[in-house]
């Protein structure tokens, strides 16, 4: 998985191309871990434009940087799901916890 970051108006965007899978774990760990003490920084996008796949493992480390940004009294943000990541995220529930744009 590549991850490219911007960041524009006090938010980051984290952009993942690529599968976001089990094997995207420290790759995803340690671009995001920054972002939450980063004082300049209160939401976190993760723009999912450019991965085609998502599996429980992924699922997973979003939950925990969730759990991560809520604690640095920070949000995150899902952006660009297609429509198969928009049906796991539904059936997951996640459109409860998370903010999810187009």
Known sequence: ??????QLNRRATVRLGGRFDYK???TFRNN??????????DTIVIDFAD???VDSAAL??????????????????????????????NVARFHLIFHIEQ
Request: hydrophobic share 50%; charged share 25%; glycine share 4%.
């Open 51 to 53: 991965v085609p796949f």
């Open 32 to 41: 995001t871990r920054p972002l939450l003490s980063e004082p300049d920084v």
């Open 1 to 6: 998985m590549e991850v490219a970051i911007e």
């Open 60 to 89: 997973g480390l979003l939950l925990l940087l969730r759990a991560q940004a809520e604690d640095a009294r920070k949000q995150v943000v899902l952006r660009a799901c297609g429509p198969e990541l928009q049906r796991i995220l």
């Open 24 to 26: 995207s774990n420290l």
